[in-house]
């Protein structure tokens, strides 16, 4: 196969990832009504899972090749992406995403140290058993506290009797999750294998390929959210799912470390995204607790902060291949 057929079958799998992610997320305000809950809670527990299955297949198919690199690179990557790209953008597009009532200030800023700890344990360039199990426990706390702050779980008042007779557009409804994800592992397989061609063909770590490439491609699904809550004006839905869906990467990193064993990766290209994130994410924080509600001019510096990234992994991309 020459390198044209490689890009097209790349490409041609994130096209799959998008199509089927649309598929996935349409039921999401059909499940806030039935149990009469915000969009953003539904959007963080479900969503936010839903829309990481990509990541979660380049998880298990890296995982499959004895890749783990390009899988951690892509669950960093993605994060990153998600906070400093696409939420700042959905600020700058909306005219600002407001926040009240959405999120308490104590669990953003658990979430959001949840969301930064893949990129911390990387930095010594070896990730160990020990520090998957720390993760998950920190992530199982952090469910703890979103659960009590408000329950996820329907009681039989809080479900609409409307809805409760309607069970065939339930069942076609799991029908298109379940094969919108199958076909999306799928991708990932075909994903994961470019990618490990990708890294070869261009002399650097595998990681460096999952950082920059996948991390932006496993993240269609948010960006079919991102311009479809800009259209239907929903966009405590699509945060809902971007943090649910960043926080989610963080336990398929440490289910990964824990099925893998430990494995070495490139500390070069982490230390700079690692101290980039956490700039990134003690802004974030700042400005969504100032007047609850990530402004315009906020969602753009944000995005500077995500163009320093592009532009710092780039270099570190070219002086890679020069050594390797």
Request: glycine letters at 8%; proline letters at 3%.
């Amino acid at each position: 196969m020459n390198l044209i057929n490689h890009i097209l079958l790349f490409l041609f799998s994130l096209g799959v990832v998008w199509f089927f992610a649309g598929i996935l997320i349409d039921s999401v305000d059909r499940v806030a009504k039935r149990f009469n809950k915000t969009g953003f809670t539904v959007a963080f527990f479900v969503l936010g899972f839903l829309t990481s299955i990509s990541e979660i297949s380049v998880a298990v198919n890296s995982s499959f090749e004895n890749q783990p690199q390009i899988s951690a690179g892509n669950l960093i990557g993605a994060s990153f992406v998600i906070m400093l790209l696409i939420v700042p953008f959905l600020a700058v597009a909306s005219k600002g995403i407001a926040l009240k009532k959405l999120i308490s200030d104590k669990n953003l800023i658990f979430a959001l140290g949840v969301i930064a700890l893949p990129s911390f344990f990387v930095l010594d360039g070896r990730v160990t058993r020990l520090e998957g199990i720390f993760i998950l426990l920190l992530y199982a706390a952090l469910v703890v506290s979103i659960h009590k702050k408000e329950s996820i779980l329907p009681t039989l008042e809080s479900v609409d009797e409307s809805l409760l007779h309607k069970k065939h557009p339930a069942l076609k409804d799991l029908f298109k999750i379940l094969i919108g994800a199958a076909v999306i592992f799928l991708a990932g397989h075909v994903l994961v294998t470019e990618g490990v061609y990708f890294s070869g063909l261009l002399n650097v770590p595998s990681s460096i390929v999952g950082l920059l490439l996948l991390g932006i491609g496993t993240n269609m699904p948010e960006l079919v959210i991102a311009i479809r809550s800009i259209y239907k004006k929903h966009t405590d839905i699509a945060f809902g799912d971007y943090l649910g869906s960043a926080v989610a990467n963080t336990p398929v990193f440490a289910v990964l470390v824990l099925q893998q064993g430990a494995f070495s990766v490139e500390p070069t290209e982490f230390v700079p995204t690692f101290f980039l994130m956490m700039g990134g994410l003690i802004m974030f924080y700042f400005f969504a607790k100032s007047d609850r509600r990530i402004s315009r001019t906020e969602g753009w510096i944000l995005l500077y902060v995500y163009f320093a990234f592009l532009v710092v992994q780039t270099a570190n991309f070219l002086n890679l291949s020069n050594k390797l």
